[in-house]
């Protein structure tokens, strides 16, 4: 059988196959993209929850105020524009009321009715001291009335002594005109001794009754005196709570008549605040559109513009973070909130989530407060101050750049793991853990 010669090499075949090192190289970068998945399972990684949100200023009073009008009416002039800057107490419009003659008319029902207030309190004095001396004639009467019901009484009881002395005495001239008519019987005495003897026993039977009379009718004397005091004593009661009754009519007509003043001054004090003045130092940020035109009329709490104060404690930023993550935002051993890394709208930044340490153009912060409830869509709020994570974080713009209502990403940082352990978390739905205490300076205000 008849071998076949070997196929000589072409030319151009040489010329085309791939050097030797371009295959070496092309073997070392497929070994390495195999490689890094299985190395990156080691790297470190930050865990986080993210949440959006602005800056505002941590006193609530230095947030931007709404300033309203306090009366109805015509706006007559506009002392401001939109950014201008005021200080509290300035002018911001003046408002005229439909009626210029309120305030005359104000002034003298004001005037009416404090010369009425007055001379019901002259009324309040004098029915006082009526009351008083209505009092004091009660107590007088009873005190008259228990003088002589006492002075019946003693009467009453130097009679029954008279009385009783009356009766022994009458008991001694019955005995004596018994042993006497006995005598005259036997004829030892005249008669006329005897006749003497009755006279004497019935003059003491007399004086006994007499006694017995005084005694009954004083009696009679100290219970009607008794009745006189209980009557005495209703009536001046009667008295005291006519005059008492008219002493609270006119208390209540001065409370009225009070009231009705008070009720003017907040009219007049309304009518005062047409002039609309600036509540706090800052600068005029809006004039609503329909109020600006001048003339224009507004009705009583109609928001007219809005002032954004100078802060002078600190700027916070309000993050909003799912309701699913807040249960992770939690104090450490030391007390302090968990530290977040803020990127600012407006502010160009590179942001490494798992490695904030080399991330660029944000800045350091830490959580402050926390709310209690949601905003009414399952997002709970959170309050984070400036705080530097690392030694050289820069500090928070200042209030020229950075102004409230900027926008701002916030990454609250955790627990610190490696990728694989990452990886094998989210693929398994496991939530993250909350971040241990970490070494950080605060910023020097």
């Not at 076949?4 to 151009?12: A, Q, R, V």
């Not at 009416?73 to 005229?96: N, S, T």
């Not at 002075?151 to 002594?161: D, P």
């Amino acid at each position: 059988m008849k071998s076949h010669s070997k196929m000589p090499e072409l030319p151009i075949l040489a010329e085309v196959r791939s050097p030797r090192l371009l295959r070496r190289i092309f073997i070392m970068i497929t070994l390495t993209f195999i490689a890094t998945p299985f190395l990156l399972i080691f790297v470190p990684w930050q865990q986080s929850i993210t949440g959006r949100g602005r800056v505002i200023a941590y006193d609530p009073t230095e947030r931007p105020q709404i300033i309203t009008a306090r009366v109805s009416g015509q706006i007559v002039k506009w002392h401001v524009k939109e950014g201008q800057r005021v200080e509290i107490g300035a002018d911001i419009v003046d408002i005229e009321d439909n009626d210029p003659e309120l305030s005359y008319r104000l002034s003298e029902q004001k005037k009416i009715l404090q010369e009425r207030l007055r001379e019901a309190g002259e009324e309040l004095k004098q029915q006082k001291r009526v009351v008083e001396r209505q009092k004091h004639a009660l107590v007088a009467s009873l005190k008259a009335a228990d003088f002589g019901i006492t002075a019946q009484e003693q009467t009453v009881k130097s009679r029954e002594e008279a009385l009783t002395a009356g009766k022994t005495l009458l008991d001694r001239e019955v005995k004596e005109f018994d042993i006497i008519a006995e005598v005259v019987r036997k004829g030892v005495r005249p008669e006329i001794d005897l006749i003497r003897q009755m006279a004497s026993r019935d003059q003491a039977a007399a004086n006994v009754e007499r006694l017995k009379a005084e005694i009954d009718n004083g009696k009679a004397g100290t219970s009607e005196r008794q009745s006189q005091k209980i009557q005495a004593e209703a009536t001046g009661e009667r008295l005291i709570a006519e005059a008492e009754r008219d002493y609270n009519r006119i208390q209540q007509s001065i409370y009225n008549i009070d009231r009705e003043v008070h009720e003017i001054d907040n009219r007049i004090e309304r009518f005062a605040a047409r002039h609309i003045k600036a509540s706090c130092t800052g600068t005029v940020l809006r004039i609503d559109a329909n109020a600006a035109q001048g003339g224009s009329f507004v009705k009583e709490g109609e928001v007219l513009a809005m002032i954004v104060p100078d802060v002078k404690d600190k700027m916070v930023v309000e993050l909003f973070l799912d309701g699913v993550d807040i249960p992770l935002v939690q104090k450490d051993a030391q007390g302090n909130y968990p530290s977040v890394r803020l990127q600012f709208e407006g502010w160009p930044a590179v942001q490494f989530v798992g490695w904030p340490s080399v991330a660029r153009g944000t800045f350091g912060g830490r959580v402050i407060l926390v709310d209690s409830t949601d905003d009414g869509k399952g997002r709970f709020r959170v309050l984070v101050e400036p705080y530097k994570m690392f030694p050289d974080d820069e500090d928070w713009p200042d209030q020229l750049q950075l102004r409230q209502g900027n926008q701002a990403i916030g990454w609250v940082f955790l627990n610190r793991v490696t990728i694989g352990w990452e990886v094998w978390r989210l693929l398994n739905g496991f939530p993250p853990t909350v971040s241990p205490p970490t070494k950080t300076v605060k910023i020097e205000k």
